[in-house]
């Protein structure tokens, strides 16, 4: 300061002050008339959107750009879209711990171009063979009594070591790669291995997580030593790491470097599982060595429902996919483009198939290894009628209730999909579940493990109901679009409950409205929360039906004198995060999108 005044003089240094802080004054002023403005102008395609990116040889969307880079990286060195992907989820373990992470689950989509064939897997573990649903009443019962849980909450509690299950990713990453790998597995981590090491900079709605995470964790575990492991693992400090702040995880590097070297055994088996067991043993509850060495995830058959001409592929339950598939056996019983897209007749109609789609899933949706489900009978075209039939199509339906279908014999993720340039298509979806998890973090391995558990339901008889070794109802779900037997599209939409809905929403826009790849992520989406429940902790049966603040007046009014409770959230958390890739077999390109709601990019070669 005194060398400034030295060179300018007191007279010209006060100008020079007061001209900066004028340009700070029109800088905020230009910010907020930019806020006001809206969409500004496009040659082509619509005006609230963006282009969608093409390429050739291989292409990968996720929600972090360097996870995007590190999978075409993958794909340069001569990886598949199988070993791409598998990296590109190892750096968003990283880079999203908010999201995913391998303390969570997976499940994947694979198109394989040699076969012709979609494959489907199951990384979704189970809950702990030692514990019965008496033990795990009378300890939540316990935890009651202590003042650890209100007296009248219901249910498994969110965090801690009861809603703890096998976390499934790693045992994913080995499966889909022992069989359509080629790159040796420690390449494909090595990217993220250096980046746990080395750091990276953190991207802004990663770092609008990290501090919702900290706010919560810092309270639900003041006196706790939990808290330790999180803090000392992303809030070192009590510090939360800001956009553009280097952040570094050596302890998940370490732990990752051993899976690299040693394969899934080091993680359910070895050194890494034991550690995990130990970190449980002190406590009522949770996971032991032989839950860790006892898991495997499972191929399963994907399942699909034709709509418009296409067909909608789903993984069956024990996750949530076959609502998605649900909604559009109802929809399909009525030509949506007769309306306008932002109409109220389509939303209502998208909204109350949900709705009926919804109380299905939560009686019948479970691990179809303790329950009958009625597979067939829910994607029965007849029985989309008689669902459909149960729409007024002038108001809404106060009780939906679930149906009888023939029987024939606030969650946060990550979604990514990677092409390669032999026509290999993934679609990987990879969670922690409720926020960063359960907030057990085993001492010095750098990862949370998932509460999955939470979604058990407490009420025996239930098809969802907590069992010893039983794998809980799960919200996450990769989709693939076909036509003809080809592959269309591999895409999918993260967030909870709004996952089933939020894919419907992008084909009805793609297939009935003509929308491309891109503006069908970027249309404004609804959100229908409440109805009955998979953990039977049922909801209002009306719900609310949230809406982005792109959904016309005229039509929020129509639906309100429709009888929805709607709301508008224009914070864009709700509405998911969505990625896509999309095939043009005549022209030979691939079309991706990614999500205006979220950090990331598509990345293409």
């Avoid at 990713?169 to 746990?196: C, K, S």
């Avoid at 040693?262 to 890494?272: V, W």
């Avoid at 999309?582 to 070669?605: F, N, Q």
């Amino acid at each position: 300061m005194r060398l400034l005044c030295k060179i300018l003089g007191l007279a010209a240094l006060l100008s020079l002050l007061q001209a900066c802080a004028a340009t700070e004054t029109q800088q905020e002023e230009v910010s907020d008339v930019s806020a006001e403005l809206g969409a500004g102008g496009r040659p082509v395609g619509a005006k609230w959107s963006r282009s969608p990116v093409y390429g050739s040889r291989g292409m990968a969307a996720t929600a972090h750009p360097l996870a995007s880079q590190v999978a075409l990286d993958i794909l340069k060195e001569g990886g598949s879209a199988v070993d791409a992907a598998i990296a590109a989820n190892a750096a968003l373990g990283l880079m999203e711990p908010t999201g995913n992470g391998i303390g969570g689950d997976i499940f994947v989509i694979v198109w394989d171009p040699k076969s012709k064939q979609l494959y489907g897997y199951n990384g979704s573990g189970r809950s702990p063979m030692g514990q019965s649903l008496a033990e795990l009443q009378s300890r939540i019962d316990a935890m009651k009594a202590r003042g650890e849980l209100p007296q009248d909450h219901e249910g498994i509690p969110s965090h801690g070591p009861l809603s703890v299950s096998v976390p499934g990713t790693v045992d994913g990453w080995f499966a889909i790669h022992e069989r359509f790998g080629r790159l040796p597995m420690n390449q494909v981590l090595a990217p993220t291995i250096d980046y746990a090491r080395e750091g990276f900079p953190v991207t802004p709605v990663i770092a609008y997580y990290l501090d919702r995470s900290w706010a919560f964790f810092s309270e639900k575990y003041a006196d706790s030593p939990h808290l330790d492991n999180i803090r000392d693992t992303w809030f070192k400090g009590g510090s939360v790491p800001e956009a553009g702040d280097i952040f570094a995880n050596p302890d998940l590097a370490a732990t990752l470097e051993a899976i690299a070297l040693d394969g899934r055994d080091a993680f359910y088996r070895g050194d890494l599982a034991r550690s995990m067991a130990d970190y449980f043993a002190p406590m009522e509850g949770g996971l032991a060595y032989r839950d860790f060495a006892e898991h495997r995830g499972e191929w399963v058959s994907p399942r699909s429902v034709r709509y418009r001409g296409y067909d909608l592929y789903e993984l069956p339950p024990n996750g949530q996919g076959f609502a998605a598939l649900q909604m559009l056996s109802i929809l399909k019983n009525v030509d949506l483009a007769q309306w306008s897209r932002g109409s109220a007749e389509v939303f209502h109609y998208m909204v109350e198939a949900k709705r009926l789609a919804f109380e299905d899933m939560a009686r019948f949706y479970a691990d179809p290894d303790f329950a009958d489900i009625p597979v067939d009978g829910l994607l029965a075209d007849d029985y989309g009628k008689q669902r459909f039939a149960l729409i007024d199509p002038s108001q809404v339906t106060a009780d939906v209730g679930p149906g009888e279908p023939k029987l024939e014999g606030e969650g946060d993720t990550t979604y990514l999909t990677v092409a390669d340039e032999n026509g290999m298509m993934v679609s990987l979806i990879q969670s922690n579940y409720r926020g960063m998890g359960s907030g057990m973090v085993p001492d010095g391995l750098g990862f949370m493990l998932q509460d999955r558990g939470e979604l058990f339901s407490l009420e025996p008889g239930h098809a969802n109901v907590y069992e010893p070794g039983k794998r809980p109802f799960h919200t996450i779900i990769p989709a693939f679009l076909m036509k003809d037997g080809e592959p269309v599209m591999s895409f999918g939409l993260m967030g909870g409950g709004m996952q089933p809905q939020g894919h419907v929403q992008i084909l009805v826009n793609m297939l009935d409205f003509g929308m491309n790849v891109q503006e069908a992520g970027d249309a404004a989406r609804f959100m229908h929360d409440g109805g009955r429940q998979p953990t039977g902790i049922d909801k209002d049966p009306l719900g609310v039906l949230y809406l982005e603040p792109g959904v016309s007046a005229d039509t929020v009014e129509r639906l309100r004198a429709m009888g929805h409770k709607v709301e508008i959230d224009d914070s864009g958390v709700r509405f998911g995060g969505y990625q896509a890739i999309r095939l043009d077999r005549e022209k030979g390109s691939y079309a991706g999108a990614t999500e205006m709601r979220k950090d990331g990019t598509v990345a293409a070669w």
